[in-house]
């Protein structure tokens, strides 16, 4: 009887797995939902979207956010969570390289290395574009938000244009410090 028990729960466990699309999100403070309860982190709220349709299959959002986080640890973060199989990436990094002023080849190359290594391992490439504040200016701003765009077009892959429009400078729907 434990057999048969044991037979049914990994048949149907393995048809669970089967149905899981697993979304990866590599990003920094904003991924990672600071100054924010988990459940209020904006990866935690995308799969409670994802699984509210009708679809039968279930979405797991994987939160890899880690405050303060620059490209240079894309590639190395992505390998970690290389085993769990991800379908879909969201690289949401960036905007740190740009306030510390990180070299735009760096950053460049760092967020190439990312969408290079998961479309090796057939994973469906989305990078969330970023912007700094004003007073960065105009020209560092420009350059900054090209590379972004750039990669997009030159890796064929999916953008989300500005990860926090609608979002950013609302003092309704940021913390006290602003960001």
């Known amino acids: 009887m434990k057999n048969v028990v ?31 309860s988990k459940q209020d982190a904006y990866p935690a709220q995308l799969q409670i979207k994802l699984n509210q ?6 979405y797991v959002v ?5 405050s303060g986080s620059t490209t240079a640890s894309a590639v190395g973060r992505l390998k970690c969570h290389l085993k769990k199989k991800p379908a879909l990436l969201v690289i949401a990094l960036g905007a ?5 002023g990180t070299p735009m080849e760096s950053t460049k190359k ?5 969408i290079d290594l998961a479309k090796k391992n057939k994973i ?9 504040p004003i007073n960065y200016g105009k020209k560092y701003r420009s350059d900054f938000e090209k590379v972004f765009t750039d990669l997009v077009k030159e890796k064929k892959i999916s953008t989300i244009p ?3 429009k609608g979002v950013g400078a609302d003092p309704k729907l940021n913390l006290a410090d602003g960001i």
Not at 53 to 58: A, L, P, T
């Open 124 to 132: 469906k490439v989305f990078l969330a574009g970023m912007k700094l």
């Open 53 to 58: 349709g009708k679809s039968k299959r279930e």
């Open 110 to 114: 760092n967020l190439a290395s990312a």
């Open 162 to 164: 500005f990860l926090l």
């Open 62 to 66: 994987v939160n890899a956010g880690s």
């Open 96 to 100: 740190n390289d740009g306030l510390r």
């Open 6 to 36: 044991f037979v049914v729960f990994f048949l149907f466990f393995s048809q669970a797995l089967a149905n899981e699309k697993r979304v990866l999100i590599i990003g920094d403070s904003l991924t990672a939902g600071y100054g924010v």
